[in-house]
């Protein structure tokens, strides 16, 4: 008898509601993904009952807790997040679970189950938190997924009584996010009732005409509401409203609202419905790999719309247009905290643009530098203060990696066209003085005749803010406007090409999943 209990405390035999026998003597189990990722999760799963002494979380008596059919209603909602609700189901076929007891005996089921509902209940969790690293599409992109210990936030949440909570806070709270959601649920309706129509590469219809093609462009329109149906719906004759509703769609898509149904224009009326409901679980992925807590005040620079909105909480207080970097000298995407204001700033020309531009300049016209406001100071080349410097009479300082900043510029004539990408990564401001008095409008001294004085100085003048401000340098293909509407914007420097390809595929339709909640 003794020699039997020896035995038993040496392999660590279960009591009933312990999952330690099942672990320590069995492998990693079939639902388990055979990758990184994978693996990572069955460690963090293990890690948890290691962490409890491998009490049983969920299962009591072959029945679930009532905490844990809760949650499993919240993830069985998965594929409204943008997720594939195929990954966190239970498979009833008997060979599946067959293979989830992984040769355990019938005596073990509470211990297998609970490690399975563990197992998909972090995997989900995780998945919210990021389902792949951006970085991997290319070194421009620094911003990433939120490091999470998993088995302690688990834990942590079971202990306060405040699963729930836990579970339902994992999905950002910004109310884009959410309008994200609800245009995926839209898209997805467009989806299931067959999608649009294909048009012509080539559609050349002249406004007061009658075309066959008409009717086909109209029902293309209606199926996005950039044209309300009517009766006339399917009338062959190209007028105002139809133009209208041209211009409509190419604002949604960052094109010029002409009217025109040119390549580009016809290009996006193109791009098939199943493309788009993928950009947007996208898009939706990059919010959850911004921080939970965007901060008090912030401000977001959005690439693909050339947009800058300065936020108090929710509410957007600032919102202008921007002129980002290039496609061979990108903006980067990054998040970091505005410290300095900078009044009547000088340009320190950087080498790359002094060695490819300024130089070459002053080789062909020995008088460059002078005529341009510009001297040579232990060996950089810098511009002076005033009104033709390159930076404007103000630039705001978030220091990064790239040494990217927000600047004024006196080259306003960009801000009419469309699309932007046209500096040399750093951001241009279409509204320099409206961001400067909302990042001082917390000090009473500066006021709009201060700052006014300030930037018209001459003389180079550094403000250190007395609380940094967040900037989030965003790069969202999927946008959404006050009023609920869906913006398409250019994928500028082909990262939603490079990061769809990380995206995990679906494993089937999200809204034929079977949810947890079937058990």
């Not at 009933?16 to 026998?21: C, K, N, Y």
């Not at 942590?156 to 339902?168: N, V, W």
């Not at 936020?311 to 410290?339: C, I, N, Q």
């Not at 090409?497 to 679906?506: E, G, K, N, V």
Request: glycine content about 6%.
């Amino acid at each position: 008898m003794i020699l039997l209990v020896s035995l038993c405390t040496a392999v660590g035999l279960a009591a009933p509601g312990d999952a330690r026998f099942y672990l320590a003597t069995r492998s990693m189990p079939d639902y388990v993904e055979r990758d990184a990722r994978g693996t990572a999760l069955w460690g963090a799963v293990q890690s948890f009952y290691r962490g409890r002494d491998y009490r049983l979380a969920w299962m009591d008596d072959g029945r679930r807790s009532a905490e844990a059919e809760a949650i499993a209603r919240i993830v069985a909602r998965a594929a409204t997040e943008g997720l594939d609700g195929g990954r966190y189901r239970i498979d009833l076929a008997p060979q599946a679970i067959a293979a989830a007891f992984n040769g355990a005996p019938a005596s073990d089921a509470d211990a297998v189950r609970d490690v399975q509902l563990t197992y998909i209940f972090l995997k989900y969790a995780a998945d919210l938190t990021g389902r792949f690293d951006p970085k991997a599409a290319g070194p421009f992109w620094l911003t990433q997924p939120r490091s999470r210990d998993l088995p302690a936030w688990l834990e942590q949440s079971l202990e306060s009584r405040h699963t729930l909570e836990a579970f339902a806070a994992l999905s950002p709270s910004h109310r884009v996010y959410e309008g994200l959601k609800t245009a995926l649920a839209r898209y997805r309706r467009i989806e299931r009732d067959g999608g649009w129509s294909v048009l012509p590469a080539r559609l050349a219809l002249r406004r007061g005409r009658r075309d066959p093609m008409v009717a086909l462009l109209r029902q293309r329109l209606a199926a996005e509401d950039d044209l309300v149906t009517t009766l006339a719906a399917t009338r062959d004759v190209h007028d105002a409203r139809l133009a209208d509703a041209v211009k409509r769609f190419q604002r949604r898509h960052g094109l010029a609202p002409n009217g025109a149904l040119d390549g580009a224009t016809i290009a996006e009326l193109n791009v098939p419905v199943e493309a788009r409901l993928r950009q947007i679980e996208l898009n939706l992925e990059r919010w959850r790999w911004l921080p939970g807590d965007l901060g008090r005040r912030y401000v977001v620079v959005d690439v693909p719309s050339f947009q800058l909105t300065a936020y108090d909480g929710e509410r957007a207080a600032v919102t202008m247009k921007v002129v980002t970097g290039k496609p061979d000298s990108p903006t980067p995407v990054l998040g970091d905290d505005m410290t300095t204001v900078v009044f009547s700033p000088y340009w320190n020309v950087p080498s790359t643009i002094a060695e490819d531009e300024i130089i070459p300049a002053v080789l062909r016209d020995p008088r460059y530098l002078r005529r341009h406001n510009m001297e040579v100071v232990d060996g950089q080349i810098r511009q002076r203060p005033g009104t033709s410097n390159a930076l404007g009479l103000i630039k705001f300082v978030f220091p990064n990696a790239f040494g990217v900043y927000l600047h004024d510029t006196p080259d306003d004539a960009l801000f009419a066209r469309p699309r932007r990408a046209f500096s040399h990564g750093c951001i241009r401001l279409e509204q320099p003085v409206a961001l400067a008095r909302w990042v001082l409008s917390d000090l009473p001294r500066w006021t709009p005749a201060a700052i006014a004085a300030a930037m018209r100085g001459g003389r180079e003048r550094s403000l250190a803010l007395p609380e940094p401000i967040p900037v989030y340098v965003t790069y969202q293909t999927v946008g959404l406007g006050e009023d609920g509407t869906v913006f398409f914007w250019p994928d500028v420097y082909g990262h939603d090409r490079a990061q769809m390809s990380l995206m995990p595929a679906p494993t089937l339709d999200p809204a034929s999943a079977v949810a947890l909640t079937s058990e």
